[in-house]
């Protein structure tokens, strides 16, 4: 028979470890430091993806009907971007990506890769809050595997030689990373 305090403790326990998962597949939320540099480099699966390294190719369905091809986005920055509707981070991200897009043009392409979720899903949470950006379903995790991370949110900025220029992990404030994620587009694209 269990008492009081056993129970208590037991419940505990099962909380904080279902916090750290939470954290885990979320990602901590990092702020860019002043200098604009990344979160540190041993938290990205080092020696796989890594800032300077070739990006690996992938093509991906889009849900408005289109696709996506890595290599097919010459004389571009691209933003990559993994994400899912539950993850509180991600989410408050989102409306960066919109003024990205409408600050660079055609300089930029950029890819919301949701991890995980159903069509409906997305669809819905996308209509709801009027985003019109491109969005891949990664039911499978198959786009996930060729850029394993720590959790989400998690982005990546692709040169236009094909070299990942920068890596993010975590997210602030969608103004905050709007100036983060413009600085570097700027440096990928000089």
């Not at 860019?32 to 979160?39: F, K, Y």
């Not at 996930?144 to 030689?161: E, F, K, N, Q």
Request: with cysteine; charged share 20%; proline share 6%.
């Amino acid at each position: 028979m269990y008492s009081s305090r056993t129970g208590k403790t037991l419940a505990l326990t099962a909380l904080c470890a279902l916090l750290a998962l939470t954290l885990a597949a979320c990602g901590a939320p990092t702020v860019p430091s002043q200098n604009g540099s990344d979160a540190p480099e041993e938290s990205f699966a080092p020696g796989v993806i890594a800032v300077g390294a070739p990006a690996p190719d992938f093509t991906a369905d889009l849900l408005d009907g289109t696709s996506f091809q890595l290599s097919e986005q010459k004389d571009k920055a691209v933003l990559i971007n993994f994400w899912a509707t539950w993850c509180g981070p991600c989410v408050g991200e989102l409306p960066a990506f919109t003024r990205l897009i409408e600050t660079y043009g055609d300089k930029i392409s950029l890819l919301a890769v949701n991890c995980g979720e159903n069509e409906k899903t997305v669809t819905d949470f996308l209509e709801r809050n009027g985003y019109t950006f491109p969005v891949a379903l990664d039911l499978e995790g198959e786009i996930s595997s060729l850029y394993p991370s720590d959790g989400i949110p998690y982005t990546l900025i692709i040169a236009p030689d094909g070299t990942i220029s920068s890596i993010q992990l975590g997210a602030s404030g969608a103004d905050e990373m709007f100036d983060h994620y413009s600085a570097e587009l700027d440096k990928a694209l000089s």
